[in-house]
T-cell receptor
């Protein structure tokens, strides 16, 4: 069964709105959650690493004021794309990690900004 | 030079063929090696997880790690059309944040 639940799977919204994406770890309490972005026919690009109760660590070049991450509990992390614009349209994927186990990924969220 | 190199393909094979997918890497500190399968518009699904060198088999899938050559492989026996997907290798060091380094992904098509 699924280890990670990610919602919504697809969202279309107007330019300037903010969009929240949820990532839930279903099977275990995750020590760390990750957020990735993926462009067509490309590999995953890590955006940020998130630990429960602490600020997320963003990768170089990722705007932390644009992509707000809240890691509210050991099983829930949210990514909010603020004031989204067409160039933010992409496939966003979260993953969960428990200690030295492999990462398990959500099914992704396709974001389309008109 | 990228830390992990993977031929993007596409790779097209007939049903029933043995498929060989490979990655090379440059960081000798990598200890954990993974293969993920990703269908179109879906998240990656973990196929194989290996620590250090050696072989691991799971059904039709075999993963091999050769740390001396910095080379990992995934073999798929009796390939099926349902195996058509993008295969991503990923690896990480011990004791860090768990950050994965991915290959570019190889697109595989298995023709009936």
């Amino acid at each position: 069964g699924a280890v990670v639940s990610q919602h919504p799977s697809w969202v279309i919204c107007k330019s300037g709105t903010s969009v929240k994406i949820e990532c839930r770890s279903l099977d275990f309490q995750a020590t760390t959650m990750f957020w990735y972005r993926q462009f067509p026919k490309q590999s995953l690009m890590l955006m940020a690493t998130s630990n429960e109760g602490s600020k997320a660590t963003y990768e170089q070049g990722v705007e932390k004021d644009k992509f707000l991450i809240n890691h509210a509990s050991l099983t829930l992390s949210t990514l909010t794309v603020t004031s989204a614009h067409p160039e933010d349209s992409s496939f966003y994927i979260c993953s969960v990690l428990r200690y030295d186990q492999p990462q398990h990924f959500g099914d992704g969220t396709r974001l389309s900004i008109l | 030079q990228k830390e992990v190199e993977q031929d993007p393909g596409p790779l097209s094979v007939p049903e029933g063929a043995i498929v060989s997918l490979n990655c090379t890497y440059s960081n000798s500190a990598f200890q954990y090696f993974m293969w993920y399968r990703q269908y179109s518009r879906k998240g990656p699904e973990l196929l194989m997880y290996t620590y250090s060198s050696g072989n691991k088999e799971d059904g039709r899938f075999t993963a091999q790690v050769d740390k001396s050559s910095k080379y990992i492989s995934l073999f798929i026996r009796d390939s099926q059309p349902s195996d058509s997907a993008t295969y991503l290798c990923a690896m990480k060091e011990t004791g860090n944040t768990g950050k994965l380094i991915f290959g570019q992904g190889t697109t595989l098509q298995v023709k009936p």
